[in-house]
Each structure stands twice: as structure tokens, then as C-alpha cells.
């Protein structure tokens, strides 16, 4: 079964305002994560990643937070564009292996 | 750099048909994967290569097949395809031993395969 998922299927919110995305994940040993963009008909496109070793890491207008003691990831994006309206995606990896299992994605839409 | 290229990037097909799907990379990676991607879910993964002359059996394996002679490419076979294997597939590449750079996966554009 999925050991990444997503609590919210779809999120929509204001231009303007700021986005959070969440992601629970199931396998304590994943020390690896990333989050990707997939816009419509393309493949998808890396966001930010965050290894176990961090709590949060900061991009250009984006956030991820890890906390490992609940396995929750989560993705921020501050003043949210009408380009950000894409499907959003979380991995994880785990220290074992090479393989990245990753959640059924939440639809960002946002909103004039 | 091209990074990941898919070849097709469309093909329809009827029941029973055979085809294989291209994917290229030249990062110079040693890990390729293949995942297909179906409404309302997660990228599922088909096969994958940790390395020239390898591969292994993802999450999705059945009725697909895969070959990795070079290290640049890596290709997906549909031996007798079904209307279950309607999908887009992506392929993506990685690298532990490319610095952290190159550890995320960089996907191709995608094919989008209609079986009939």
C-alpha cells in the first residue's frame, strides 16, 4: 500500500495568499524528501527537498517542514500565484534503498 | 543539457499489440526508473535500473519489460498490451555519487499511451 499520502485532495486559495500542502508518510526509515510540481500534461518538476537531518528548509517563495516524529511533511508557498495552480506531489526515499514512493498528489487551484 | 527525453510522446495502440518506449538521459546518471501515472493517483513505479546491464521489478511490474544495455537509456516494452495499461508513463533518472544535487529524480515529458 501507499506509505505516502496526502491529506487534502484539492486545495484552493487567493491570489495573494499563502499555501500549505501536507503529507503524511508511513516509513520511519525514509530520510529523504521531496516535493514536485507537475503542471498539466508535464512531467514533474522539482520544488524543494529536505532530508531527515532537517526540520525546514526555504527556497524562493516556498517552505518544507519536517517532522519526523509524527512522519509529516509539509509544503508552504508564500503570496500564491495563478502559475503555482498545479498538481502537487511529496517523495520519500528510503536510507535503504534508491526507490521513491510517492503520495496521489493534492490539486492546487488558486483563485483571482 | 536535453536532461530526460521520452520518445514517443503519444501512441495509441490496439489489444494485443507490442511496442517499447524510449528514454534517454544524459546526466550521466546511474538509476532510471519507469512509473505510469493514472487519474486521481501517484506516480506507480514500473521497473527500474540501478546501473548498466541491471534491473528490478517496481511496485507495477506485470506485463511490462525492461532493458538497460546502455547507461544512457533505458527501455520500456509492452509485449501484448491491454486497455489496464492505458496510462502515461514517465521515465526519471537519478545518481547517489552526483552530489546532492543530482539525488532528486528528473523526470521525462512523458508518453501519453492509449490502448484500444
Known amino acids: 500500500g501507499e506509505s505516502v499520502g496526502l491529506h487534502l485532495p484539492t486545495l484552493s486559495v487567493q491570489e495573494g495568499d499563502n499555501s500549505i500542502i501536507n503529507c503524511a508518510y508511513s516509513?520511519?526509515?525514509?530520510?529523504?524528501f521531496i516535493w514536485y510540481k507537475q503542471e498539466s500534461g508535464k512531467g514533474p518538476q522539482f520544488i524543494i527537498d529536505?532530508?531527515?537531518?532537517?526540520d525546514k528548509r526555504q527556497g524562493q517563495r516556498v517552505t518544507v517542514l519536517l517532522n519526523k516524529t509524527v512522519k509529516h511533511l509539509s509544503l508552504q508557498i508564500a503570496a500564491t500565484q495563478p502559475g503555482d495552480s498545479a498538481v502537487y506531489f511529496c517523495?520519500?526515499?528510503?536510507?535503504?534503498?534508491?526507490?521513491?514512493?510517492f503520495g496521489p498528489g493534492t490539486r492546487l487551484s488558486v483563485l483571482p | 543539457n536535453a536532461g530526460v527525453t521520452q520518445t514517443p510522446k503519444f501512441r495509441v495502440l490496439k489489444t494485443g499489440q507490442s511496442m517499447t518506449l524510449l528514454c534517454a538521459q544524459d546526466m550521466n546518471h546511474e538509476y532510471m526508473y519507469w512509473y505510469r501515472q493514472d487519474p486521481g493517483m501517484g506516480l506507480r513505479l514500473i521497473h527500474y535500473?540501478?546501473?548498466?546491464?541491471?534491473?528490478a521489478k517496481g511496485e507495477v511490474p506485470d506485463g511490462y519489460n525492461v532493458s538497460r544495455l546502455k547507461k544512457q537509456n533505458f527501455l520500456l516494452g509492452l509485449e501484448s498490451a491491454a486497455p489496464s495499461q492505458t496510462s502515461v508513463y514517465f521515465c526519471?533518472?537519478?545518481?547517489?555519487?552526483?552530489?546532492?544535487?543530482?539525488?532528486?529524480?528528473?523526470f521525462g515529458s512523458g508518453t501519453q499511451l492509449s490502448v484500444l
Open positions: 529536505i532530508r531527515s537531518n532537517m
Open positions: 517523495a520519500e526515499r528510503s536510507r535503504y534503498g534508491q526507490n521513491f514512493v
Open positions: 526519471a533518472s537519478s545518481s547517489r555519487t552526483g552530489g546532492a544535487l543530482n539525488e532528486k529524480l528528473f
Open positions: 535500473s540501478v546501473g548498466e546491464g541491471t534491473t
Open positions: 516509513n520511519s526509515a525514509s530520510d529523504y
